[in-house]
């Protein structure tokens, strides 16, 4: 037998680090199917348990997940199935709002019945809702964060840009309001009073804007810009999350984030299915996974429509854009 020089087997030792650092990212641990192909909105509850979800060929649906089970089918007329644009369930999971070009429907989740129906008077991007349902924070084309009474039916407070508003978020205290606008600017706002505390400007648009529960926290990500964190009292920033330079410049989107009940992790999900776990105040990312694509030949990516935690805190959630909610264990 011939033996393999010393030279070749030294040289197999020191590649098998960068061998393994090129292992591909765990996949999901558990998915359900959700849609027969794409999903055009979707909303998680806090705790994972819940999804309202938009599919561009079976219109709305209500998800229990635990149960795997199809509750409600959520549309806005009776005869047709409604496109929806943008989704989202209250921090107590008790509500749910729709939206599609024309009209906001509030459902009530545990008997699947609607609360309220309004016409919008321009073209809606965003929409959170806030606990018990009692409001829905709407961004809208025209350039206006607006802030509705989902009970009463009616505007109550607007958020004003200079741009169309790509995302918005409230506390769950509603005292705090946050808008990112196609204006570069991301805005803190007073609720109550609808006053501006302070706006951070950045280099491109703002495309995605997240809050801490207790609305200490946000989150904004500009597309070829940084996405980072800072505190919404004092205006400091607390951490830019390290992405490298190259994805920067090839137009860095955040299609999701969520911060976990005492802010200090934070879930990011991408429109290339890389959903990330970070250590918020050790500055650090915790965890990773990669969803699949539907079919693995078609060149298209899976991109994360919403991403939550769970009660169990190596399990989390995320619904794609492919039609699957995935269940991610750490």
């Known amino acids: 037998m011939i033996k393999p020089p010393v030279w070749l087997f030294f040289s197999l ?3 098998l680090p960068a061998l393994l650092s ?5 996949g999901p641990s558990a998915e359900l199917e959700v849609a027969a192909r794409s999903v055009q909105s979707g909303a998680l509850a806090p705790d994972g348990t819940q999804a309202v979800i938009g ?7 209500f998800w229990q997940l635990a149960e795997r089970e199809r509750l409600f089918n959520w549309n806005h007329s009776q005869s047709d199935m409604t496109l929806l644009l943008a ?6 999971g008790g509500w749910a ?6 009209s906001l429907v509030l ?4 008997e699947g019945q609607a609360a309220g129906f309004w016409r919008i008077p321009a073209e809606v991007l965003s929409v959170a809702l806030g606990r018990y349902g009692n409001v829905a924070l709407l961004g809208l084309g025209d350039g206006r964060g607006a802030l509705y009474d989902v009970r009463g039916g009616g505007i109550f407070r607007s958020f004003a840009h200079e741009g169309r508003v790509n995302d918005v978020a409230v506390s769950d205290d509603l005292s705090v309001t946050l808008t990112g606008g196609e204006d570069f600017r991301v805005k803190v706002w007073d609720t109550q009073t609808g006053e501006l505390r302070f706006e951070r400007l950045y280099n491109e648009p703002v495309q995605e804007v997240a809050l801490s529960g207790d609305g200490r926290r946000a989150l904004a990500a500009a597309k070829y810009d940084r996405v980072e964190i800072f505190t919404t009292d004092t205006n400091q920033s607390l951490w830019q999350l390290p992405f490298a330079n190259e994805r920067v410049k090839r137009g860095l989107n955040i299609t999701a984030a969520r911060f976990s009940d005492d802010a200090t992790y934070l879930l990011t999900g991408r429109p290339d299915g890389l959903v990330q776990l ?7 990312e915790v965890y990773r996974w990669q969803l699949p694509k539907r079919k693995q030949w078609q060149p298209s990516a899976t991109a994360v429509i919403d991403i939550s935690f769970t009660d169990d805190p190596n399990r989390y959630r995320a619904i794609s854009s492919n039609g699957f909610v995935y269940t991610l264990t750490y």
């Open 13 to 15: 030792l020191l590649s």
């Open 22 to 26: 090129c292992s591909p990212d765990p």
């Open 55 to 61: 599919s561009v060929y079976h219109g709305g649906s």
């Open 87 to 92: 989704t989202a369930i209250s921090p107590d």
């Open 97 to 102: 709002a729709t939206v599609d070009e024309q």
């Open 107 to 110: 459902w009530n989740t545990r």
């Open 278 to 284: 970070w250590d918020i105040d050790g500055q650090s």
